[in-house]
Every structure is written in structure tokens, then in C-alpha cells.
């Protein structure tokens, strides 16, 4: 490998990954190191100095392994001693890869030789520091600027043997530096800024530079305040400090100040920073919950409640189950209990250690409140709509979310007005929805009197295959037209998301920040007031209100945002693990029907082990996700690459990107020329900005039509033959989520995986018959080309509906789910009876009683009351999947009677006998 690192590269990985570089560069220098050793050349010594020059740079934003062992290691070059260097360069290259040096202090001796290195996370070291929790501290600035550690040194003279937690301090000179050290050195947990720091960077830095302006920072007077807000914004984990030397008394009590969590006059207390640097991250570190139930598990505790398994002891002293015991290990049932005291605290009503926590969880999101949930993020939609929806409100929600909406909207006896996502029909799946589906619904409601019967929208956010809204111009445009909408994010897939500084801004809990700041702000208010002068009406009248960027009025609208999460799917914690996250500045007029949703739905025995993993997971978060989920984006940036460029892979599969996955109309970025594989790190940042969907790289779909496999044949081979598991298929791909769990081994496997499987087409399609040849070929055209429409929601059967004659697409899923309770409403047509077909053509119509859900895609073709068309029936004829939720493929369909149908007017439900009862 050559040495090309550089701070102003434009690559995605330049961006995400350049913290795996960075081992491979050190691994790469060290055998070159070794080769000079071995086989001596004039100009060996040369081009190590050449490779360390162009590494210094860049090294200086880490504290290992530091200026001062870089500096040696060129007086060794430059002394001949390669060595002294290749010791060196071994050292540092193990040590960055096996992350010892965050363990033992002694990794800091690498012109020393070591021992063979131990496994990443595995301790040989018995002294107090090796078990500490290790991390980096930036400081902006100098005090004396002949001396550009001091500050360093003086931090590191304060440490003691006590401290929970060990650092080591790196030094910048500039503000551009500082924020470059931080999107590279996800070990940073603090920042300590002193006044006085320029804002330029010796190194020339465009592309941050169009990031910097969009954030409005000054570039001359004190930049300390100006520096910790944009830390706030981007990384807001971070713990900030300002050490002024100035007029503290001044700004210390300024909006900008808020910024900083401390102030400090100078460097008079240099012990009180160092252990507000401490307190900070215990602040972060703690887990109230899991902290006690491990001191409960080691109480001894007699257990007489209804919980045998407590305590272990009937699985242990078991002649025929001890297995168990041995299997999961014996503080697995020393932390079991179904008591609530003692620390433990009640999920239904938290006044202690839960309560703790979930304000935790709250302020680590972003949220004003989290409530957690043991039992998936299915149950907390269910408790998010049945509390803030009543009988007859009108719910927009995507025809394509998780079916836990529907049945919440069945519960809750709201009325679905659903909206069409944007088909990708050859890859048979669904993106998200479009901005100007949801602006013609609103303004079709308004012109039809009901926008005041409109309570929330329901959107899916990323969606199963990565697609991210952008979720303050969703909510925006929306709050234009209805200013006090709510909104529920089902962001299921995206827990993790809010812990990187460019998804972040694609989440709910990120839209709802920036949109309470667009309440306040001075220069939002004067671009409204321009907006205001264009006159777009908004009462479905102005074919404007489509087409244009609408701007919601400050003094008007209301920030109503709920969130909810699946932690387990994302981040570290066990199945079922969800959050709802709430930003609604009216959540007290809702506080009361929300819990009681909450106590409908949460289960009086939740799982304590569930909801300590909730507790740890958000510590892991907050302290290292930035890292963990960067690690991630770039593991799916270079699982692209190598799919995509490797010449026999590419011959059978092909990793989608943005370009395939969403259409151009909804990606303003695409007119920027560059690769669509791999587009620049700026390009991206554009694209997370302002285009309308972005998708989530760490959603990797895979076509794998082309190699003659259906996704769920291909799923089912990966599962047997490789031991490779995926989850979410469609007709012609399959997708690999790439999450905080996967290293680059896993992914190399996949592409060994898919190269072995590719060599075999190879193999067979070179000695197969010509039959057999054109079978193939007949079988990727079927799966590739010749692929089925997919069916749009037709509409609510006029029987379902208040007003037949509204062009408005609501209707009474909740009386129909109920009316086919009784079997003598319903009749059951198999998909192949001709009875079917002439229905279709002459009527009368198709109803569907039930929701009727195949897997792929995942979400109901079929609802109840829903009249189906010969477009639902050809795309069920063309499915090849094997589970169908609602469909008995013995009985058929399940279908209204016609005769049920008419017995009553529009807005009724009839029963059985014909009676006609008022819609409630």
C-alpha cells in the first residue's frame, strides 16, 4: 500500500473509514519496515521517511501514538536504526488493531518488544489502570504558544490511579482542525477550548469548509463559544468546555453559552477541568438500572413470589435441566425476579432506577421524554396511536409500514387515508413515501372540510431497505398546511442512526430539533415572511401548494414528534428491546390517555434482563456509537465496492446504490457528476441535506436474480450451505444489513461467499446443455424482466365509507375488521376459481374481510374493507413466497358477502341481520 492518506480526500471512505485505514497503513509500513530490514537498499530508509512524513499530519489528530513517538521514530530513520523502527511500527500497528493501548499503558513503550498481542478486548494486564475505560480529550488552543502541549501535560500531571476513567490528551491549533480531529477520532469524549485559537487550518479543506458555512461560524474574534455550539450540533455526546481568559463574566451568560457545559476562567483550575472531564463521562457512563440489578444478583435474596426460576436454584440443583443453567450461566438467574423493590423498579409506574434511566435514554436521543418497551416496537406503535387517536380521526399513514399501525388503527377506531410510497417495481419493493402524495392529501382533505378530523401521520423511517425522509421538510411542509398535525416516525430500523452527525439529521428526534429552532430563529422568521408574500393558498385551490417549498408559519405551527425505536435491531440489546421517543410540546394534554394506552398494552411481568440491555445499550451510545456506526457505514461503502467491481461477482450479482433504489425526482444530488457507487464525501453530505429520500448505506440489497435465484431460494442457501443469515428478502434480491455487530471478516466471507457461488454458475454454465443453458436464462428473465406490477391501495368499499361521493380515501377499517368476526358475513374464493375472474369483470365487487400480508414485501395488499382489484389478484398469482399472512391457500380469499354490503347507507355498519347501526 502506498502511502496516500490524506485529510482532504473526497471519498466516503475517506469520511467513515478512516479509522480501519489507519491499522492498514501502520500494518503496511510495518512490512515494509521489515522488508528494508531484511533486504537492505540504499533508498529503503528513504520511503519509510516519505510514508512518515505523509502519515504526521493526520496522526496529530490522535493521541496514540502521538507526536512524541512519531518524532522518534523519524530520528530513527533518520539515525539508519530501521530497526528500532520496525519494533516500532510493529508495536503501534498491533496496538491499533487489538485496541490495546485503551487497556495497558505500557502499549505506549513500542520501542520496547512486547510479547505476542492478546485479542481485542482480552486483558492479560492485573494493575487498577488496564480495567479502566480509556478515551481522548481534545483541546483547542494553547496557552503559551511556544510550548503547544502544555495544557496536555498539565491535565496529564492531575491524573490519578482512582480515576474511573483514563485519558490522554490531543492538541489543535485551529478550529477547522478541531472539527476535522473530531469527525476522525471517535475517541474524543470532551473538547477543552481556549480563546484565541484561529479559524483557518494549516492544510487546505474545502469540503469542510462548505460544511462550516452552513452552519454560520464566524471566522475571526473568539471562536471558543462559536466552536462548542457547532459541537453541540453535530456531535452532542460530546461534553464541551470553554477556558476563557476574558470577559467570561460576559458571555457566561449568553445564549451561546449554553453551549458549553462548563466555564472556566483561564487555567486558575486546571483540577476542577480534569474532574469535570471525569464527571462527564461517569454522567454518561452510568446505567442506573443494570448498575442495581447487578448488586441485587449478589444480595442473598429469598424469593417468594411467583418466579421459580429466581436465584437459579431449580435449575441448578435439577437432575434433568441443569444444562440450562450451564448453558446461560448462574447470574442470569440471580438477576431474575418479578419483584419490583429493593431497586428494581416497575416498568408501569418508574419512580426509581427506571425512571433514571429512560430520562437518560430521553436526553441521549434528543427526546423531552423515552418510555421503554419489552415487548418489540410493534406493541409501542400500538401505544403511540391508541393514545393520541380517537374513534374517527383520519390517520395518513404509508400503505407500506408495519402492520402494527393497522391493527393500532383498528384498536384506536382512527380511519386510515392511506398514501402510496413510490414503487421500485423491479426490484419488487416499495421506497418511501413522497412529500407531494402527503401535501395532495392534506389540501384533498381540506378542500373536502375534514382537516380538522386529521389527527396524525404515520411514516416509516428508514424503511426496511434504507430509505431515510428527510424528515424537517416532510414535517415542515405538512405543519403548512395543518399546523398542529402529529406526527409518529416508525423508525424501527434506524435506533442507531441518531448517533451519527450525517443520519442524525434524518431522524425524528433530529427533524424535531431543527424545527423547535426554526420556532425561535430570527432569520427563519424573515425567510417566512418572504414565503408569506408569495400568497400560496393552502386550501387545496393553488396547484402551487403542490409544487412548491411551503414554509410553515413559527407563530403557528406546534412540534408534535413521537419516535419509536427498536434498540435491539441496531444497537446492543436483547429481542424486543423498543423506545418510544416523544418531542410534543403538548404531551401534558395527552399524558393521561397515554399511559393508560401504555398500561393497556405492556405486560405486568416485563423482562428485567430486556430492559437492563435497554439501559446498557444507550451507554454504549453515548460513549463510543459515533465510532460503532461509522465502523458500519464504511463496512457497507467497501462491501459495495467489492461486489460491485469484482468482475466475476458483478457477472451474477450487483449491490444496489442510490441510483437504482431512488428514482432521480427524489435525489437533487443526482445531477452532481461522479461515481453513484462511490460518490464523494461532499456529494453525500449534499445529498443528506437536501435530497427528498437518502438511502442508508448501511442497507446493502443485493440483486441476486441474475444468478438465477429467487431472494428467499438464495436467503435459503446462504443459511445452509455458508452460515451467512439474513432476514429480508425480495422476488430478485435479498439485503444484508450491516450493523455495529459486523467486523471486516464478516464481510469478507460474504464476498468469498458470493465468489464461490458465482465460480459455480461459472462452471455450470460452461458444461450445461443447451436446454439447460436457456432454462437459466428463461429463469433470470422471470426474475429480472419479466417482474409484477405492484398493486397501489385500490380504495374502502363505499359501504366503509362516510361519503361514497368524497374523492378522500378514509374509511372504517375498524367496523370491517369486526363485521368479519361473524363467519355468515364472510365467503372464502380460492385464487385460481374462475368465480374470481368473473367477479372482476362483472362484478359485484371484491372485498376483503381480513388483512392479507405476504412475506416479501411485508406489508397488507389486502385490508379489511378494501375493495380488490385484478391488480391485488395479479400480483397474489405471481408471488413465490411461502408465507401469506391471512391467506388460507385451502380456502382462499377472505371475502365479504355482497349481500352484507348493501343493507345499510353510507357511514353504517349493518350486522349480520341486516340491522343498520350508527358508525361510531
Same mark, same amino acid.
Given at each position: 500500500?502506498?502511502?496516500?492518506?490524506?485529510?482532504?480526500?473526497?471519498?466516503?471512505?475517506?469520511?467513515?473509514?478512516?479509522?480501519?485505514?489507519?491499522?492498514?497503513?501502520?500494518?503496511?509500513?510495518?512490512?515494509?519496515?521489515?522488508?528494508?530490514?531484511?533486504?537492505?537498499?540504499?533508498?529503503?530508509?528513504?520511503?519509510?521517511?516519505?510514508?512518515?512524513?505523509?502519515?504526521?499530519?493526520?496522526?496529530?489528530?490522535?493521541?496514540?501514538?502521538?507526536?512524541?513517538?512519531?518524532?522518534?521514530?523519524?530520528?530513527?530513520?533518520?539515525?539508519?536504526?530501521?530497526?528500532?523502527?520496525?519494533?516500532?511500527?510493529?508495536?503501534?500497528?498491533?496496538?491499533?488493531?487489538?485496541?490495546?493501548?485503551?487497556?495497558?499503558? #505500557?502499549?505506549? $513503550?513500542?520501542?520496547?518488544?512486547?510479547?505476542?498481542?492478546?485479542?481485542?478486548?482480552?486483558?492479560?494486564?492485573?494493575?487498577?489502570?488496564?480495567?479502566?475505560?480509556?478515551?481522548?480529550?481534545?483541546?483547542?488552543?494553547?496557552?503559551?504558544?511556544?510550548?503547544?502541549?502544555?495544557?496536555?501535560?498539565?491535565?496529564?500531571?492531575?491524573?490519578?490511579? #482512582?480515576?474511573?476513567?483514563?485519558?490522554?490528551?490531543?492538541?489543535?491549533?485551529?478550529?477547522?482542525?478541531?472539527?476535522?480531529?473530531?469527525?476522525?477520532?471517535?475517541?474524543?469524549?470532551?473538547?477543552?477550548?481556549?480563546?484565541?485559537?484561529?479559524?483557518?487550518?494549516?492544510?487546505?479543506?474545502?469540503?469542510? /469548509?462548505?460544511?462550516?458555512?452552513?452552519?454560520?461560524?464566524?471566522?475571526?474574534?473568539?471562536?471558543?463559544?462559536?466552536?462548542?455550539?457547532?459541537?453541540?450540533?453535530?456531535?452532542?455526546?460530546?461534553?464541551?468546555?470553554?477556558?476563557?481568559?476574558?470577559?467570561?463574566?460576559?458571555?457566561?451568560?449568553?445564549?451561546?453559552?449554553?453551549?458549553?457545559?462548563?466555564?472556566?476562567?483561564?487555567?486558575?483550575?486546571?483540577?476542577?477541568?480534569?474532574?469535570?472531564?471525569?464527571?462527564?463521562?461517569?454522567?454518561?457512563?452510568?446505567?442506573?438500572? @443494570?448498575?442495581?440489578?447487578?448488586?441485587?444478583?449478589?444480595?442473598? *435474596?429469598?424469593?417468594?413470589?411467583?418466579?421459580?426460576?429466581?436465584?437459579?436454584?431449580?435449575?441448578?440443583? #435439577?437432575?434433568?435441566?441443569?444444562?440450562?443453567?450451564?448453558?446461560?450461566?448462574?447470574?442470569?438467574?440471580?438477576?431474575?425476579?418479578?419483584?419490583?423493590?429493593?431497586?428494581?423498579?416497575?416498568?408501569?409506574?418508574?419512580?426509581?432506577?427506571?425512571?433514571?434511566?429512560?430520562?437518560?435514554?430521553?436526553?441521549?436521543?434528543?427526546?423531552?421524554?423515552?418510555?421503554?418497551?419489552?415487548?418489540?416496537?410493534?406493541?409501542?406503535?400500538?401505544?403511540?396511536?391508541?393514545?393520541?387517536?380517537?374513534?374517527?380521526?383520519?390517520?395518513?399513514?404509508?400503505?407500506?409500514?408495519?402492520?402494527?399501525?393497522?391493527?393500532?388503527?383498528?384498536?384506536?377506531?382512527?380511519?386510515?387515508?392511506?398514501?402510496?410510497?413510490?414503487?421500485?417495481?423491479?426490484?419488487?419493493?416499495?421506497?418511501?413515501?413522497?412529500?407531494?402524495?402527503?401535501?395532495?392529501?392534506?389540501?384533498?382533505?381540506?378542500?373536502?372540510?375534514?382537516?380538522?378530523?386529521?389527527?396524525?401521520?404515520?411514516?416509516?423511517?428508514?424503511?426496511?431497505?434504507?430509505?431515510?425522509?428527510?424528515?424537517?421538510?416532510?414535517?415542515?411542509?405538512?405543519?403548512?398546511?395543518?399546523?398542529?398535525?402529529?406526527?409518529?416516525?416508525? /423508525?424501527?430500523?434506524?435506533?442507531?442512526?441518531?448517533?451519527?452527525?450525517?443520519?442524525?439529521?434524518?431522524?425524528?428526534?433530529?427533524?424535531?430539533?431543527?424545527?423547535?429552532?426554526?420556532?425561535?430563529?430570527?432569520?427563519?422568521?424573515?425567510?417566512?415572511?418572504?414565503?408569506?408574500?408569495?400568497?400560496?393558498?393552502?386550501?387545496?385551490?393553488?396547484?402551487?401548494?403542490?409544487?412548491?417549498?411551503?414554509?410553515?408559519?413559527?407563530?403557528?405551527?406546534?412540534?408534535?414528534?413521537?419516535?419509536?425505536?427498536?434498540?435491539?435491531?441496531?444497537?446492543?440489546?436483547?429481542?424486543?428491546?423498543?423506545?418510544?421517543?416523544?418531542?410534543?410540546?403538548?404531551?401534558?394534554?395527552?399524558?393521561?390517555?397515554?399511559?393508560?394506552?401504555?398500561?393497556?398494552?405492556?405486560?405486568?411481568?416485563?423482562?428485567?434482563?430486556?430492559?437492563?440491555?435497554?439501559?446498557?445499550?444507550?451507554?454504549?451510545?453515548?460513549?463510543?456509537?459515533?465510532?460503532?456506526?461509522?465502523?458500519?457505514?464504511?463496512?457497507?461503502? /467497501?462491501?459495495?465496492?467489492?461486489?460491485?467491481?469484482?468482475?466475476?461477482?458483478?457477472?451474477?450479482?450487483?449491490?444496489?446504490?442510490?441510483?437504482?433504489?431512488?428514482?432521480?425526482?427524489?435525489?437533487?444530488?443526482?445531477?452532481?457528476?461522479?461515481? $453513484?457507487?462511490?460518490?464523494?464525501?461532499?456529494?453525500?453530505?449534499?445529498?443528506?441535506?437536501?435530497?427528498?429520500?437518502?438511502?442508508?448505506?448501511?442497507?446493502?440489497?443485493?440483486?441476486?436474480?441474475?444468478?438465477? *435465484?429467487?431472494?428467499?431460494?438464495?436467503?435459503?442457501?446462504?443459511?445452509?450451505?455458508?452460515?451467512?443469515?439474513?432476514?429480508?428478502?425480495?422476488?430478485?434480491?435479498?439485503?444484508?444489513?450491516?450493523?455495529?455487530?459486523?467486523?471486516?471478516?464478516?464481510?469478507?466471507?460474504?464476498?468469498?461467499?458470493?465468489?464461490?457461488?458465482?465460480?459455480?454458475?461459472?462452471?455450470?454454465?460452461?458444461?450445461?446443455?443447451?436446454?439447460?443453458?436457456?432454462?437459466?436464462?428463461?429463469?433470470?428473465? $422471470?426474475?429480472?424482466?419479466?417482474?409484477?406490477?405492484?398493486?397501489?391501495?385500490?380504495?374502502?368499499?363505499? @359501504?366503509?365509507?362516510?361519503?361514497?361521493?368524497?374523492?378522500?380515501?378514509?374509511?372504517?377499517?375498524?367496523?370491517?375488521?369486526?363485521?368479519?368476526?361473524?363467519?355468515?358475513?364472510?365467503?372464502?374464493?380460492?385464487?385460481?376459481?374462475?368465480?374470481?375472474?368473473?367477479?372482476?369483470?362483472?362484478?359485484?365487487?371484491?372485498?376483503?374481510?381480513? @388483512?392479507?400480508?405476504?412475506?416479501?414485501?411485508?406489508?397488507?395488499?389486502?385490508?379489511?374493507?378494501?375493495?380488490?382489484?385484478?391488480?391485488?389478484?395479479?400480483? *397474489?398469482?405471481?408471488?413465490?413466497?411461502?408465507?401469506?399472512?391471512?391467506?388460507?391457500?385451502?380456502?382462499?380469499?377472505?371475502?365479504?358477502?355482497? /349481500?352484507?354490503?348493501?343493507?345499510?347507507?353510507?357511514?353504517?355498519?349493518?350486522?349480520?341481520?341486516?340491522?343498520?347501526?350508527?358508525?361510531?
Amino acid at each position: 500500500m502506498e502511502p496516500i492518506v490524506s485529510v482532504t480526500g473526497d471519498t466516503l471512505t475517506d469520511l467513515f473509514g478512516y479509522g480501519a485505514r489507519r491499522e492498514d497503513y501502520w500494518r503496511s509500513m510495518q512490512r515494509t519496515a521489515d522488508t528494508a530490514l531484511r533486504h537492505p537498499s540504499p533508498d529503503s530508509a528513504a520511503r519509510l521517511r516519505q510514508w512518515l512524513r505523509t502519515l504526521i499530519p493526520v496522526e496529530a489528530f490522535w493521541a496514540f501514538p502521538g507526536p512524541g513517538i512519531l518524532a522518534q521514530l523519524m530520528t530513527a530513520l533518520d539515525d539508519g536504526d530501521v530497526g528500532a523502527f520496525d519494533v516500532a511500527a510493529r508495536n503501534i500497528s498491533a496496538a491499533l488493531h487489538t485496541k490495546s493501548y485503551r487497556r495497558d499503558p #505500557s502499549a505506549r $513503550e513500542v520501542f520496547e518488544p512486547h510479547p505476542a498481542v492478546v485479542e481485542e478486548g482480552v486483558d492479560d494486564h492485573d494493575d487498577a489502570g488496564s480495567s479502566r475505560p480509556y478515551f481522548e480529550v481534545l483541546i483547542v488552543g494553547g496557552v503559551d504558544p511556544d510550548d503547544h502541549d502544555g495544557l496536555a501535560r498539565a491535565l496529564h500531571g492531575l491524573r490519578e490511579p #482512582s480515576d474511573d476513567f483514563r485519558y490522554e490528551c490531543v492538541t489543535v491549533d485551529s478550529f477547522q482542525d478541531a472539527i476535522l480531529a473530531l469527525v476522525l477520532n471517535q475517541e474524543i469524549q470532551a473538547v477543552v477550548a481556549l480563546d484565541g485559537f484561529p479559524y483557518h487550518s494549516a492544510s487546505d479543506l474545502p469540503h469542510l /469548509e462548505t460544511f462550516l458555512s452552513s452552519h454560520g461560524v464566524p471566522h475571526d474574534g473568539d471562536l471558543g463559544l462559536p466552536l462548542l455550539n457547532v459541537v453541540q450540533d453535530v456531535l452532542p455526546q460530546v461534553d464541551r468546555y470553554l477556558l476563557a481568559d476574558r470577559g467570561w463574566e460576559l458571555i457566561a451568560g449568553t445564549n451561546d453559552a449554553a453551549a458549553a457545559r462548563r466555564i472556566f476562567f483561564g487555567i486558575e483550575e486546571l483540577r476542577e477541568v480534569h474532574l469535570s472531564i471525569l464527571e462527564g463521562i461517569r454522567e454518561r457512563f452510568q446505567t442506573p438500572f @443494570f448498575d442495581n440489578l447487578k448488586a441485587y444478583a449478589q444480595r442473598p *435474596m429469598g424469593t417468594y413470589h411467583a418466579l421459580p426460576i429466581a436465584r437459579g436454584k431449580s435449575i441448578m440443583n #435439577s437432575n434433568w435441566i441443569r444444562d440450562m443453567g450451564e448453558f446461560y450461566g448462574r447470574n442470569l438467574f440471580l438477576a431474575e425476579s418479578s419483584a419490583t423493590t429493593g431497586g428494581l423498579d416497575s416498568l408501569l409506574e418508574p419512580t426509581g432506577t427506571i425512571k433514571k434511566a429512560q430520562e437518560l435514554a430521553a436526553r441521549a436521543f434528543g427526546a423531552d421524554r423515552a418510555f421503554y418497551a419489552t415487548n418489540g416496537t410493534s406493541t409501542s406503535n400500538k401505544i403511540v396511536v391508541q393514545a393520541l387517536c380517537r374513534p374517527g380521526d383520519i390517520v395518513l399513514i404509508d400503505r407500506d409500514c408495519h402492520k402494527s399501525h393497522h391493527y393500532a388503527c383498528v384498536l384506536a377506531g382512527a380511519q386510515p387515508y392511506y398514501i402510496d410510497a413510490f414503487a421500485l417495481t423491479e426490484y419488487s419493493m416499495y421506497g418511501g413515501v413522497p412529500i407531494d402524495r402527503i401535501k395532495a392529501a392534506l389540501l384533498e382533505l381540506k378542500a373536502e372540510g375534514l382537516l380538522d378530523r386529521v389527527r396524525m401521520l404515520i411514516l416509516t423511517n428508514a424503511t426496511f431497505d434504507g430509505h431515510m425522509a428527510h424528515t424537517v421538510r416532510t414535517m415542515s411542509e405538512c405543519l403548512a398546511i395543518k399546523p398542529d398535525l402529529i406526527f409518529l416516525w416508525d /423508525e424501527a430500523w434506524s435506533a442507531a442512526a441518531h448517533f451519527s452527525p450525517y443520519l442524525r439529521p434524518r431522524t425524528a428526534m433530529g427533524g424535531a430539533a431543527h424545527l423547535r429552532r426554526l420556532q425561535s430563529s430570527p432569520e427563519y422568521h424573515r425567510e417566512y415572511q418572504k414565503f408569506a408574500e408569495q400568497a400560496i393558498a393552502v386550501d387545496g385551490t393553488d396547484p402551487r401548494a403542490l409544487t412548491e417549498r411551503l414554509l410553515p408559519d413559527p407563530a403557528q405551527f406546534h412540534v408534535r414528534v413521537y419516535q419509536t425505536t427498536s434498540v435491539h435491531k441496531s444497537m446492543s440489546a436483547l429481542r424486543q428491546a423498543s423506545i418510544m421517543l416523544v418531542a410534543d410540546q403538548f404531551f401534558g394534554e395527552v399524558e393521561e390517555p397515554f399511559k393508560e394506552a401504555f398500561y393497556t398494552h405492556t405486560s405486568t411481568s416485563p423482562n428485567q434482563q430486556i430492559i437492563a440491555t435497554l439501559d446498557v445499550a444507550r451507554r454504549q451510545m453515548e460513549l463510543e456509537g459515533f465510532e460503532l456506526v461509522s465502523k458500519a457505514l464504511q463496512l457497507a461503502v /467497501e462491501m459495495r465496492l467489492l461486489i460491485n467491481e469484482n468482475p466475476l461477482i458483478s457477472r451474477y450479482f450487483r449491490a444496489l446504490t442510490a441510483r437504482e433504489m431512488i428514482p432521480a425526482r427524489y435525489r437533487q444530488s443526482a445531477e452532481i457528476a461522479g461515481r $453513484e457507487d462511490q460518490p464523494s464525501w461532499s456529494t453525500t453530505m449534499l445529498a443528506i441535506e437536501q435530497d427528498e429520500f437518502f438511502l442508508d448505506l448501511t442497507r446493502v440489497t443485493v440483486m441476486c436474480g441474475r444468478a438465477g *435465484m429467487n431472494g428467499a431460494d438464495f436467503k435459503a442457501l446462504l443459511a445452509a450451505e455458508y452460515e451467512i443469515q439474513i432476514n429480508k428478502t425480495s422476488r430478485n434480491s435479498v439485503l444484508f444489513q450491516i450493523n455495529i455487530n459486523n467486523t471486516r471478516g464478516d464481510v469478507a466471507h460474504v464476498i468469498k461467499v458470493l465468489a464461490d457461488i458465482s465460480r459455480k454458475i461459472d462452471e455450470h454454465l460452461h458444461t450445461c446443455s443447451a436446454h439447460e443453458r436457456a432454462a437459466f436464462e428463461d429463469t433470470v428473465a $422471470e426474475l429480472v424482466d419479466r417482474v409484477p406490477d405492484l398493486p397501489n391501495f385500490s380504495r374502502f368499499h363505499d @359501504f366503509f365509507r362516510d361519503d361514497p361521493a368524497s374523492p378522500t380515501r378514509h374509511g372504517h377499517m375498524r367496523e370491517a375488521f369486526y363485521l368479519a368476526y361473524d363467519p355468515l358475513n364472510c365467503e372464502h374464493l380460492r385464487l385460481e376459481d374462475p368465480e374470481l375472474d368473473r367477479r372482476l369483470a362483472q362484478g359485484p365487487e371484491l372485498v376483503g374481510a381480513n @388483512f392479507v400480508i405476504p412475506y416479501p414485501p411485508g406489508f397488507p395488499v389486502i385490508v379489511p374493507g378494501q375493495v380488490v382489484t385484478e391488480e391485488v389478484i395479479a400480483f *397474489m398469482r405471481a408471488l413465490d413466497v411461502s408465507e401469506i399472512h391471512g391467506y388460507d391457500p385451502h380456502r382462499g380469499l377472505k371475502l365479504f358477502k355482497p /349481500e352484507v354490503l348493501v343493507a345499510a347507507g353510507p357511514g353504517q355498519v349493518a350486522g349480520p341481520e341486516g340491522a343498520a347501526e350508527p358508525d361510531a
